[in-house]
């Protein structure tokens, strides 16, 4: 939401954001005197040690009071734009809230959360039947809807019809690509915390394990002995497939053994994010390290976030759609950077990851596997290039940016939901 929020301060509307504390919001957000963060309290963790369908159940009641509450006095909404997911108990609390305070209210579909819960639960359990019946049949009654993909808007008018217009993501400004100076600065500060970055220092050279720079001033250039930076980024869960990503680059490590071992070259393999699967991912790779290969987990200021990926040799997406109809933001921020994409294959990723133009598709580790090899080599890749040019012209254009997209698709929603000029100050 911090783009939506973001979009809505440039348009000049006043901003009432609600949610839970711990992402960091944009500074563009936190210094305007229009924005008002509401934060909501955190499920006491007590009882989280409840066993899980119950624990699940009190903390659907916590939100629903704790969300309602915040919501009832908040200054007065003209209209309400609520993401799912999460949408329970959201959805059916801003139904309450429209009600009593004759607000409007805008649903952006991401994805079904009954899909993510059903991962756990299995498809016929009673709590996804529940989630099943408040997103869709509770959801329609929102006054106008969003989604991310024109698969997800083909399902949601096949489900429950529903008209909702396909807001796709696209990056912000800050995601952009970097000149190789600006990289080596970004490679300078992280060797001061992780050591895949550093290198042993020369006495006329300024040395990252990536680039060096003569300390007389002359330019910096990339070391020939450099390993490949690949880059993904997750938010911990079961719909991202880790475990693919792990077994292909053991195939790559016993490839890099046999004859070719001087064709590619060894791998850091950055992996952002926080969640809950992070730590056992941790656990197993220090456990079953990968020769040729080295896991860095960084926890990154959000300014450093899109220069690591405009850094990157390449991105990979492992995000597995648990609906089969959302699309990967995490994609869509690597090619505002220009960095080219191997995403693993579900129903609808091909609205955004084209095949030899912005990034790869596979299906299963041995597919990656070739992939890496193909455009990691030591030798020149010139499908690397071709899509890295292609991307980098893409970035130049204002029409491939969130905001220029946001004003096409939701500004014209909104103006219509409160009447007021473009230029009016309006409230959210």
């Excluded at 499908?383 to 029409?399: F, G």
Aim: aromatic share 8%; glycine share 4%; with cysteine.
């Amino acid at each position: 939401m911090n783009y939506h929020a973001l979009s809505l301060l440039q348009s000049g509307f006043n901003v009432d954001l609600v949610g839970y504390a711990g992402s960091a919001l944009l500074p563009e957000l936190t210094e305007s005197e229009q924005v008002k963060v509401h934060y909501i309290r955190e499920f006491p963790s007590l009882l989280n040690k409840c066993p899980r369908i119950i624990a699940k159940v009190l903390k659907a009641l916590w939100l629903t009071l704790t969300l309602l509450t915040t919501l009832l006095f908040i200054p007065q909404p003209q209209w309400i734009l609520l993401q799912n997911v999460p949408g329970v108990p959201s959805i059916p609390v801003c139904l309450v809230i429209r009600l009593i305070r004759r607000c409007r209210l805008v649903l952006d579909w991401h994805n079904y959360g009954f899909t993510i819960l059903a991962l756990n639960f299995g498809s016929g359990h009673r709590l996804v039947t529940l989630m099943r019946f408040i997103e869709l049949n509770l959801g329609k009654f929102f006054d106008h809807h969003l989604c991310v993909s024109a698969a997800l808007k083909k399902d949601l008018l096949e489900r429950k019809g529903i008209k909702a217009h396909v807001l796709y993501d696209r990056p912000p400004e800050r995601f952009k690509p970097l000149a190789i100076e600006e990289r080596h600065r970004l490679f300078m500060d992280l060797a001061k915390e992780y050591e895949a970055f550093r290198s042993a220092g020369e006495e006329r050279v300024e040395c990252t394990r990536f680039t060096r720079k003569p300390r007389n001033g002359g330019s910096v250039e990339w070391r020939i002995d450099r390993p490949k930076l690949v880059i993904s980024s997750t938010s911990w869960t079961e719909d991202d497939n880790f475990e693919m990503l792990v077994d292909a680059l053991k195939l790559y490590s016993e490839a890099k053994k046999g004859e070719n071992n001087s064709t590619w070259p060894d791998i850091v393999c950055a992996v952002t994010g926080k969640g809950p699967l992070r730590a056992q991912f941790e656990r197993d790779i220090t456990a079953n390290p990968i020769e040729h290969v080295e896991f860095l987990l960084p926890w990154l200021e959000p300014e450093d976030y899109p220069r690591i990926l405009a850094s990157a040799d390449l991105g990979v997406c492992l995000h597995d759609s648990s609906s089969g109809l959302d699309l990967p933001m995490k994609v869509v921020d690597m090619f505002g950077c220009a960095l080219p994409v191997c995403a693993l294959y579900y129903q609808c990723i091909r609205e955004l990851v084209r095949d030899h133009e912005n990034g790869l598709i596979f299906e299963n580790a041995s597919q990656l596997c070739a992939q890496l090899q193909q455009l990691l080599s030591n030798e020149r890749s010139f499908l690397l290039e071709k899509m890295q040019q292609k991307l980098h012209m893409k970035a130049r254009s204002p029409s491939n940016r969130w905001h220029h997209q946001w004003t096409q698709v939701v500004l014209p929603i909104l103006n219509g939901l409160n009447g007021h000029e473009p230029d009016a100050k309006k409230d959210s």
